[in-house]
């Protein structure tokens, strides 16, 4: 690839990854952290929805994301979905790069003191 293909990648993801760090922060003002409310399992249901959606969406399109986004013009559309998803994945990732949150130990178990009563 070359520089001007890099610069021009950079600058559109830092574009993007900035409008999302906006609107992160214009949610929490509203929202707070309630996205992680349910715990682990809410989380990643809540990242499931949000992907049943897009597939919901594209699967009309024989699945090409591009040619679906092109058909769908609406501010609500799959865009939106998919701007919704990679920042609910912005926050997830966030949450387990914390350094508050509780460590796996060696059976991949979280020393928290908390029980998975699903087991």
């Known amino acids: 690839m070359s520089q001007k293909a890099m610069s021009d990648l950079e600058k559109g993801l830092n574009g993007v990854t900035s409008a999302d760090i906006r609107g992160l922060v214009k949610a929490e003002q509203s ?10 399992v809410g989380a990643f249901m809540m990242l499931a929805r949000k992907w049943d959606r897009l597939e919901n969406h594209v699967k009309k399109y024989n699945y090409d994301i591009f040619q ?3 058909a769908d013009l609406r501010s609500e559309g799959i865009i939106d979905d998919i701007r919704d998803l990679r920042r609910y994945l ?5 949450h387990v790069n914390d350094k508050s949150i509780p460590q796996l130990d060696k059976e991949g178990e ?3 003191g908390y029980t998975n009563q699903d087991r």
């Open 90 to 94: 912005l926050l997830v990732e966030n």
């Open 68 to 70: 679906a986004i092109c």
């Open 31 to 40: 929202y707070g952290d309630s996205w992680k409310k349910r715990g682990g």
């Open 110 to 112: 979280a020393n928290s």
